[in-house]
């Protein structure tokens, strides 16, 4: 436990840096945080006796987020997002040349990567532009790290207290009822308090956010959970001590956070 808490105070502190640090900063770091969340998908499906395109995945991964950031920059036309597609339709044509029994496999692992991994940090970078799409501004990311943060606490803290009915036992037996009411509870409670400071969204919007964020949040952790139970796997990784690896870390947010984007494009826009 106290492994645990020295490294998300650590990684908590890092977190907020590379949101407070402006747009570069904020480009680089979850660019990087992308690549090896996605590194570390790769090795995982490996158990099961997969072999994705890792190199040109990873390739893939950092001309999706780049394109994207460039969009957010420059302003360019969507268009050129196409430059993706020779690239992607390549890892076809590569897997001819493997001796592989399951080739199709492999090749629609190496694409469930970008799904699963990419394109969700590629909608989270974006909430950084979500008010002005040329303007970084921090306060939709930071919101919604505070958020999720808040709903994985409060789901920890009643659910070691008061649970008692499970919620989907069958991949996480630890996860309850009354963990995910609790992590609701002070998830929206965050919003509010974040929408005394952040006053260009109203408060039901704030709210909306968090109830989002902690359902499809809890989704995205039961998918992680399936991933590895269907592996037999416990972590995705070791670079966070008590922690796992960064799949671990950030698998509320990889189905939470497009879902996001979305509700909140909809209603500014």
Wanted: charged share 15%; glycine share 8%; aromatic share 20%.
């Amino acid at each position: 436990m106290k492994t645990r808490a020295i490294t998300a105070f650590f990684f908590t502190i890092v977190m907020l840096g590379s949101i407070f640090l402006g747009a570069y900063t904020f480009t680089f770091f979850y660019l990087a945080l992308s690549v090896v969340a996605l590194l570390e998908f790769y090795k995982l499906v490996k158990i099961g006796g997969i072999r994705p395109h890792r190199n040109i995945g990873v390739v893939a991964a950092v001309v999706i987020f780049g394109l994207t950031a460039g969009y957010h920059f420059f302003q360019y036309e969507l268009k050129y997002l196409l430059l993706i597609v020779p690239l992607l339709f390549s890892i076809f044509i590569l897997e001819l040349y493997k001796k592989n029994k399951i080739p199709f496999a492999n090749i629609s692992y190496t694409f469930i990567g970008f799904v699963y991994v990419t394109i969700p940090f590629c909608f989270f970078y974006s909430l950084g532009f979500m008010n002005d799409f040329n303007r970084y501004n921090f306060h939709l990311p930071l919101a919604f790290l505070l958020m999720l943060w808040a709903s994985d606490t409060g789901a920890y803290l009643f659910g070691m207290k008061f649970g008692k009915h499970r919620l989907f036992e069958r991949h996480s037996p630890k996860k309850s009822w009354e963990g995910f009411f609790g992590g609701l509870f002070t998830s929206v409670l965050v919003s509010y308090i974040i929408s005394t400071q952040f006053t260009e969204l109203a408060t039901w919007i704030w709210a909306g956010m968090a109830v989002l964020i902690v359902c499809f949040g809890t989704l995205g952790d039961l998918v992680e959970s399936m991933l590895k139970r269907s592996l037999d796997a416990k972590d995705s990784g070791s670079f966070l001590p008590g922690h796992g690896g960064f799949l671990d870390r950030f698998d509320g947010l990889l189905i939470a956070a497009p879902v996001v984007y979305v509700y909140l494009y909809l209603i500014l826009h």
